[in-house]
DNA sequence: TTTACTGCAAATCTTTTGCATCAAC
DNA sequence: GTTGATGCAAAAGATTTGCAGTAAA
């Protein structure tokens, strides 16, 4: 744990302390490329550090997501998966076939939430937004 | 349980049995003006019929949507909700304030689904679309 | 030294499943 | 009378929590 990312150096601006744990669950979490759930992340850093309990990346988790530096986000499946809240906003193609998860541009639907504001007076909140159906492999 | 509604009745057609349970499981899913948990079946049911597992909840949606003729939607909270197939398809508007949930026309978002296809190669399934967000109501 | 954080075990919540009994046909 | 459906209890999978011990500051 040599690097120091931007949520930890954040968490440890905020008066939180930096346990080898959290920079763990942090750093897998900021290093990952895709949304990854609490299993994946724990699964991960387990082989390295055997003693690391489940418990503490959910607790470690939640805060994070209290602090708002990580979001949530539901893709379904029954497992709840986060992402750095600083990588910014995009849409997920979720494959219902394959799994396969492919990110949107933020932009795409910038539209249709105008559309809601105003017809609906609804506050749309498309930072997250899961869409289903069949990639392109599966769809061949 | 006098009346006997669609999904009932298709259900006799298939060659199923219909039991006192399955015919008021389903036709708590037909009244229901929105998108109804197990849980939310059950214990409205549980009410008038003690006796009643919720298994054999689970069981009834597992085979009506196995049969097509009700959809599951994973509208978040973890839990997954049911509607009648024949009710047709719209989208959702999920308040994350007071859990209110507005059906939205299916048109709406017949544009998007063309731009996903042309640009991504991707098939949405766009017949159960969770939006999250805030409400009119708790916008004020 | 203080008390926030962790590990452990047990609890919770939703959904699933094995099995013996029961009832729709 | 058959066999599919139900009830019960237990299991399974994700997440949460109480509590005592541990380590970051």
Redesign the interface.
């Known amino acids: 744990m040599k690097q120091s990312g931007q949520i930890i150096t954040k968490l440890k601006e905020l008066g939180y302390r930096l346990t080898p744990q959290r920079m763990m669950i942090l750093s897998a979490i900021e290093k990952s490329d895709r949304h990854i759930s609490a299993e994946e992340i724990y699964s991960q850093i387990v082989a390295e550090y055997p003693q690391l309990n489940i418990s503490t990346v959910y607790r470690t988790l939640e805060l994070a997501k209290r602090l708002g530096l990580v979001t949530e986000t ?1 893709l ?1 499946g ?1 497992r709840v998966r986060y992402h750095p809240a600083e990588k910014g906003h995009h849409h997920h ?1 979720v ?2 076939e394959c799994g396969a998860i ?1 990110d ?1 541009d933020e932009g ?2 910038s539209s ?1 939430k105008s ?2 504001l105003r017809e ?7 930072r997250h ?8 492999n599966c ?1 061949k």
Chains 1, 2 share one sequence.
Do not use: M, N
């Open positions: 539901d379904g029954g193609l494959c219902q492919t949107l795409l639907l249709l559309v809601l609906y007076k609804f506050s749309a909140d498309l937004l899961a869409i289903f159906g069949r990639c392109v769809r």
